[in-house]
């Protein structure tokens, strides 16, 4: 009898896995600050990085800045106590098939 409420037990909870997904840990950048930029989001951003993977850095796609001949800029908000004064603002130029990171920079509007 013991042995088929244990096989019961591991089914019950089997289903309940299944209908609920695994749980799992969020990495660092999607689980705290969404909408805005951290200065430790901003110093993992490095030049020739791909756009796509700084906004994953970011949590957000920002705004279009600037556009230039070659390229464009974009402002991201920031989470400090003055967001309306600062914003970082990151340059990017196509190059190699994908538009990547030339320069940024954490600046007063």
């Not at 989001?41 to 279009?64: P, S």
Request: aromatic share 10%; proline share 4%; hydrophobic share 40%.
């Amino acid at each position: 009898m013991k042995r088929n409420i244990g096989k019961y037990i591991a089914a019950s909870a089997a289903v309940a896995m299944s209908s609920f997904g695994a749980v799992t840990l969020a990495p660092a950048a999607s689980a705290d600050t969404l909408g805005c930029v951290t200065r430790g989001e901003y110093r993992q951003v490095y030049d020739h990085m791909t756009i796509k993977r700084v906004h994953a850095i970011f949590d957000t796609v920002g705004t279009v800045h600037r556009k230039f001949s070659k390229g464009h800029s974009r402002l991201y908000r920031v989470c400090n106590i003055y967001p309306e004064k600062y914003a970082a603002v990151v340059r990017y130029m196509p190059m190699s098939g994908q538009v990547m990171v030339i320069n940024k920079s954490w600046s007063p509007r």
